[in-house]
């Protein structure tokens, strides 16, 4: 393999796990409602923004970082409660309209309690590059590559081995059977929603030291994780990480082998292709059952 190869390759990982983890917050709450949050977005610059925000009052990066997380799963919850929940009879495109109001309300404070500016958080553990098969890979695109991989399975325990976890795949599975058996499909929306929220705060405090942060970096970041959802199968766990992934590679390859340009253009023609051709995505409509 040549260096330049092993390059795009371990670029396009690190990308593609953010990607991932922006698809998983989609394929939660979509498996839990229905619903397509196009928030999701805005929680990847809560993260950012927070973090950075409370690493200048002084606090250490872990707990700025995890206060930062806390602080978009609360954003979350509201957004669940107090404008998801009240138009749970609505048309989808009702929903829809609602979780793109809510992103351009959440921008526009983002505006107002910090600034314009673009952010950049200090790299975890150093900016000393590591030499990869002929490439150089930065520190923090471990983080990015090991922390998605850590989450991917802590989810896979939550929803195998939880009582919140099962009752989300139950209501996934079918709504009705499980209010039947006492599921709270309310108190799985707010969980969903609050955990979605968390994944795409930690997605944007695990790449703010790479691509920086700012009030908008949420709108790119949310529209590609939607593609890697669509990419990999709306509402599948598994094909959220396996598009993610592969919208990151693709995205890479695209732009060292043909301009980078065409870098933000490849999701979008990759989604079109996949909804014209392939609409169960990746994995099919099977896999899109479960989370």
């Known amino acids: 393999m040549s260096g330049e190869l092993a390059q795009f390759l371990l670029s396009g990982l690190t990308v593609g796990s953010i990607y991932a983890l922006v698809a998983l917050g989609f394929a939660i709450i979509y498996n839990a409602s229905h619903v397509i949050n196009f928030a999701q977005g805005e929680f990847v610059m809560i993260g950012g923004m927070a973090t950075v925000s409370l690493l200048g009052a002084g606090l250490p990066l872990a707990l700025a970082a995890a206060l930062a997380v806390a602080l978009a799963a609360l ?173 990151g590679l693709l995205e890479s390859l695209g732009a060292g082998y043909l301009s980078s340009a065409y870098k933000d253009a490849i999701a979008f023609i990759v989604m079109l292709a996949v909804l014209m051709l392939m609409p169960g995505g990746l994995l099919g409509a099977r896999a899109a059952e479960r989370v």
């Open 75 to 247: 954003i979350g919850l509201a957004l669940a409660r107090f404008a998801v929940q009240p138009a749970r009879g609505a048309s989808v495109v009702t929903l829809i309209i609602i979780t793109i109001g809510a992103a351009i309300l959440l921008r526009g404070l983002a505006a107002l309690v910090w600034d314009k500016r673009i952010h950049a958080l200090p790299a975890f553990s150093g900016d000393a590059p590591i030499a990869v098969a002929g490439a150089t890979l930065a520190p923090q695109s471990l983080w990015v590559i090991g922390v998605t991989a850590l989450i991917v399975c802590a989810l896979w325990a939550f929803f195998n081995r939880t009582l919140n976890g099962k009752a989300i795949l139950a209501v996934s599975h079918n709504r009705l059977a499980a209010q039947l058996m006492g599921i709270s499909v309310r108190r799985v929306l707010l969980v969903s929603f609050a955990l979605s929220a968390a994944l795409g705060a930690l997605a944007g405090i695990l790449v703010a030291p790479i691509t920086f942060t700012s009030w908008d970096v949420g709108v790119m970041l949310g529209l590609k994780g939607f593609a890697a959802a669509i990419l990999g199968g709306m509402g599948s766990g598994p094909g959220a990480v396996l598009g993610g992934l592969v919208l």
